[in-house]
């Protein structure tokens, strides 16, 4: 099982910090925020990753290196210059594996991943999404996914502005085939989130993963505080649940 990290984003929401540090290596409970994402990734079996880098591309390279000090073989895709999400996952096509998951770098979810991959294998969709059921409860984020009763996404809206028909939230997990690289503009800066995950529900090729288990994220300095409570007590090591 291949990880494939989304860590090139400029983290403008946390400014002044991320003026001079890449958001996956903002401080959290001791640790560059990224490490905790790549022991969760060793804890469950996970060794293979590549990590897609961009700002600040250096010190996250410099840092973890090949990636043997953490037990794992790490390798990189440098944007030269911003591509977005889609963009930066088609460059790093020819280091895919034919199914991988796909992790946002700012975004932390202990579960099983596992699962993800084996409910892509169980279905002929090309992704399935991690999402989160925030129905009864209060959600960590915006509510941006509706599921249909077959289990498919039926819609993905990453900037709804009523989400009224939107019980779940895109918990920062996915897992796809790498045919999905067929869905993305051969050149260009592009968005998973506005052109392709929507471009996939249209075609019912985007299944849900539906997890009771809340996510966590750095993306701003008040859900910065929230993580760095949960991870000072190790949770990654023994909160892993389904």
Known sequence: MQAVILAGGQGTRLWPITREVPKPMVPVAGRPYLEHQLRLLREQGVTE????????????EEYFGDGSGLGLDIRYSREATPL??????????????????LIYGDSYLPI?????????????????????????????????????AAGFVSRYDKDAADEAQLDYVDAGVLAFRRTVLAFLPPVGEVSLEKLAYPRLVARRE???????????????????????????HDHYQDAVSR
Do not use: C, H, W
């Open 112 to 148: 099983r991943y596992d699962l993800a991959v084996q409910a892509l294998e169980d279905s002929a969709a090309l992704g399935v999404m991690v999402v989160y059921d925030s129905r009864g409860k209060p959600a960590p984020a915006r509510k941006n996914v509706a599921v249909d």
């Open 206 to 232: 985007l299944r849900a993963l539906v997890t009771g288990q809340r996510f966590y994220d750095i993306g701003t300095p008040e859900r910065l505080r929230v993580i760095e409570s949960y991870l000072s």
């Open 84 to 101: 977005g999400t889609g963009g930066a996952l088609r460059e790093a096509g020819p280091l895919l594996q034919d199914t991988f998951l």
């Open 49 to 60: 990753v590549v990590l897609l880098t961009g700002y600040l591309a250096d010190q996250i």
